[in-house]
């Protein structure tokens, strides 16, 4: 947010100008570092907060890639000994994200105020998941905050490059498929009428598959507005019902059951739930409340209900092992690994094998369809094109050999 302030030297003369903050405090803060004894300071005309928020930030979000950033940067002031408050301060004056900016001055506020770093992080749940707050929180108890936030850093770029894979594998056939889809209903809507028009003129025979075509398109061009509302009335009714629990649970299932991209969803979800056991885990992290965290951070219905299945087990004296095993959703290699990291006290180990494992599984997943997307789409197309061509082109053919 932008101030103006007006301000005297040390020397008594009168400076005035603008500065860039997070808030007030922080603005004032910077000003008295420059040996400024400041006179007034208020926000810039333009940049008044609306229903008490910054108009910058309503148009802003904060990226996955800024907060692997934020925790790198933040690893490498603690190792230099920077204190908390001036680590925040000075990424909080760096950062061009308004939204993120605005939340660390809230959290040097709340620091200020007496609360630790882990609890002022949790009140901004938008920017910092149950899992990084609970990984901080085990860094302050801990005293190695450095290395806790070296380690977020090392574990959210590694979930950034598994789901950017995963998710850009998806784009390229989505982006061809929504193209033909478009040009197949123009060509449906105004191409096709009128060259039927032609053809009925001539009174020749229509084949049956051409005819086909024609009925299709007279669907479109007669009822496509109706086809059009229902079609919107129906994404709304999917997304709302996809918003329910019971409509998480579908959409999770079918994401892990559809043919081909079941696959890579599973490998998907199991590469992030291995990583995050091992990385809370290995924090300090009891076995309980990573089972808690990773349940609500895994991004699936089914497998949060076998996690969620899995920490009664373990409070109940079960294994972890134990509970996945009855999960056909958990491949077997999964639970043998797991029970015997737990037998051998080493279930970090295993458990960062499986992440590791089932890391180069989606890479090889997605390197997979990509190659068989390309021919696929070709083959498909090319078919679809072939049979619109005969379709339209052979009666017109037939009309102009006969004349």
Known sequence: MLYQYTATTVEGKEHSGSIEAANMEIAINSLQSRNLIITSIKPAKGTKPLLGRDLSTLFNYVSHRDVVILSRQLATLFEAKVSVIEAMRLLATQTKNARLRNSLGEIIEDIKGGSSMSQAMAKHPNIFSAFYVNMVRSGEESGKLEEIFTSLADHLERSYEIASKARNALVYPSFVIASFLGVMIL???????????????????????????????????????????????????????????????????????????????????LSRITDNMETLLSSGISAVRTLEITADVVGNSVYKGILIDALNEVKGGRSISDTFSKYDEIPQIVTQMIKTGEESGRLNFMLKTLGRFYKREVDNAVDT??????????????????????????PIYNITSGI
């Open 187 to 269: 060509m449906l809507t105004f191409v096709i009428p009128r060259l039927t028009a032609i053809l009925t003129e001539t009174g020749q025979a229509i084949p049956i598959y051409t005819r086909i075509l024609i009925g299709v398109s007279n669907l479109f061009r007669d009822f496509g507005i109706f086809m059009l509302i229902g079609a919107v009335i129906g994404g709304v009714f999917l997304w709302r019902y996809s918003r329910t629990e019971k409509g998480k649970m579908a959409v999770s299932g079918f994401q892990l059951s559809v043919p081909i991209l079941g696959g890579l969803y599973t490998k998907f979800y």
């Open 369 to 394: 369809i990509v190659s068989l997307i390309e021919p696929a789409m070709i083959i498909l197309l090319g078919g679809s094109v072939g049979i619109l061509l005969v379709s339209i082109l052979g």
